[in-house]
């Protein structure tokens, strides 16, 4: 799952989705113009895993998310505040969007609560 930053749709990514499909991975992200909660990433991830056609070719075990800038709180809520969140098992973020500003635009989140292998770059 990749989470976007700040009103940049998923289809941007493309070039990058290609380049880790192009080693195996299964990408998958949507255009939610603000997805620091990480809620559309939790509705995006029972929709692949449960109504999509691709829901057979994927890996359960081995699922992980990353997330750039606002879409970096949103991979670390989605991966800590959600009833799928115990699903991935890895988190990578790129400049997530730091604390104080998540917290005042409502996609507060809390690294503390993060249990899964995690990589973070800025």
Not at 56 to 84: L, P
């Amino acid at each position: 799952m990749v989470v976007n930053g700040s009103q940049i749709p998923a289809k941007t990514y493309l070039p990058y989705f290609e380049r880790l499909a192009s080693w195996g991975f299964i990408v998958v992200g949507n255009d939610d113009p603000q997805p620091g909660t990480g809620k559309t990433a939790s509705i995006t991830l029972d929709y692949v895993l449960n109504e999509s056609e691709i829901k057979g070719n994927i890996d359960r075990a081995n699922m992980g998310i990353a997330g750039y800038s606002q879409g970096g709180a949103g991979a670390i809520n989605a991966v800590t505040k959600f009833e799928n969140s115990g699903l991935y098992t890895t988190l990578f973020t790129g400049s997530a969007a730091y604390p104080m500003m998540a917290l005042t635009q409502g996609w507060e989140y809390d690294p503390s609560d993060i249990a899964v292998n995690y990589f973070m770059t800025a």
